[in-house]
């Protein structure tokens, strides 16, 4: 079984940076996508980063210009650098995976358990 484990949350003042990491264990053929969301609270998930096995990356306008998504695949992990915070950044970020576990596998979701960001003075 496929689990994604996050690290890297803390809370952190306005204008700082944290960098967060997700790692990925288990049975994995391939991983076709990997990406972070985040949803604060009484709002809706939404996709923060997203970077594709060709490198391809999307990016949220909230955050364009101030975070960026890099994976490593031989190391199944993914990153989300964050800098410049804004209190409009606090919320639980949600690392995801698109991925094969074997070479005959349909391509699924994986969520990680989430990680609390928080941006506060």
């Known amino acids: 079984q496929v689990q994604l484990m996050e690290s890297g949350g803390d809370l952190v003042q306005p204008g700082g940076s944290l960098r967060l990491s997700c790692a990925a264990s288990g049975n994995i053929f391939s991983i076709n996508a990997m990406g972070w969301y985040r949803q604060a609270p009484g709002k809706q998930r939404e996709l923060v980063a997203r970077i594709t096995l060709g490198g391809s990356t999307n990016y949220a306008d909230s955050v364009k210009g101030r975070f960026t998504v890099s994976g490593d695949n031989a190391k199944n992990t993914v990153y989300l650098q964050m800098n410049s915070l804004k209190p409009e950044d606090t919320a639980v970020y949600y690392c995801?995976?698109?991925?094969?576990?074997?070479?005959?596998?349909?391509?699924?979701?994986?969520w990680g358990q989430g990680t609390q960001v928080t941006v506060s003075s």
């Open positions: 995801n995976m698109a991925l094969e576990e074997y070479y005959y596998s349909d391509e699924s979701d994986y």
